[in-house]
């Protein structure tokens, strides 16, 4: 369905910028890897995910904080790939801690990786595909970016900030062949999520699955983790033919959690 598209994919080495990464390759679209850490592994999964369609895959480890490296980020894309096609918002960092407690340094980071590299990427790509009259921008916000929860002060301010620039774009693209859309997972076990399992398992005195356990029953109705898989088929919904019309929505996958 993606065959000759391109999706760049940012805080794509884990987690569920991987899981999305996967399922766009899954359906033919090169892929553009972004992130820290081991990049090899993360490039060996995507390309056997895409295999069959004979997908590529490339990396730029920019950090997403800082606008100069997002700009380079988009330039190695259009060089590796012609143009960006699919946009996808991903990368994210979470701190916890009170209002009054709050590290500044990590405000300040939380909004410029969580959410200034959005509007970076998406008035970068936009141009190329308002030419190519086709383009998906998709924002990974949160079930924080539409309910809140105490001492995620920065976490929940980026990620509604998301869902407004998500609006605003579906809205200044309306009558083109580009969408934008948010995503709002609930609790989804990954590396983000396990640092707060296990800080309520020390603060509890409990093993992972009774801290696991505790987690989704304060939030999830479910009792259930999203998982990367779902979230990328998401992905490939909004890519669809289907989704032509799909319009600037936050779409929770969430276990009920906003439901309550
Ligand atoms: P993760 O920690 O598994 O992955 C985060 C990815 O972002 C990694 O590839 C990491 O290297 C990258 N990254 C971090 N800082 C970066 C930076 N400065 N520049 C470039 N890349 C950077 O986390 P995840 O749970 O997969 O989270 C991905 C997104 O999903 C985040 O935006 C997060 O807020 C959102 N989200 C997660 C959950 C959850 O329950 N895990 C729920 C809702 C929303």
Redesign the pocket.
């Known amino acids: 369905m993606l065959h000759g598209k391109t999706a760049l994919v940012?805080?794509?080495?884990?987690?569920?910028?991987l899981g999305i990464a996967k399922a766009l390759a899954r359906q033919g679209a090169h892929i553009v890897l972004?992130?820290?850490?081991d990049a090899d592994g993360p490039r060996a999964e995507v390309l056997a995910a895409g295999e069959q369609h004979g997908v590529r895959v490339a990396y730029h480890g920019?950090?997403?904080?800082r606008p100069a490296e997002i700009e380079d980020l988009l330039r190695y894309a259009a060089e590796q790939f012609g143009r960006v096609d699919i946009l996808v918002n991903?990368?994210?960092?979470?701190h916890v801690a009170s209002v009054q407690d709050f590290p500044v340094e990590k405000w300040d980071a939380i909004i410029a990786?969580?959410l200034t590299s959005a509007f970076h990427t998406t008035r970068l790509a936009l141009p190329g595909m308002l030419a190519a009259g086709w383009g998906r921008i998709i924002n990974?916000a949160?079930?924080h970016g539409l309910v809140a929860s105490a001492q995620k002060s920065a976490y929940v301010a980026a990620k509604h900030g998301i869902v407004g620039l998500t609006k605003v774009t579906a809205l200044e693209t309306a009558t083109t062949g580009v969408t934008c859309n948010a995503i709002c997972?609930?609790?989804?076990l990954?590396?983000?999520?396990q640092k707060q399992v296990d800080a309520k398992a020390a603060e509890h005195g409990l093993d992972n699955e009774g801290a696991k356990r505790l987690l989704l029953g304060e939030k999830e109705p479910s009792m259930q983790f999203t998982t990367p898989e779902e979230l990328g088929e998401l992905a490939v919904f909004f890519c669809s033919p289907a989704g032509n019309n799909v319009r600037g929505v936050a779409w929770n996958m969430d276990g009920g959690w906003a439901a309550q």
């Open positions: 940012t805080g794509s080495t884990s987690g569920i910028g972004n992130g820290f850490g920019a950090d997403m904080g991903n990368a994210g960092i979470q990786i969580n990974v949160s079930v997972p609930g609790w989804v990954t590396p983000l999520v």
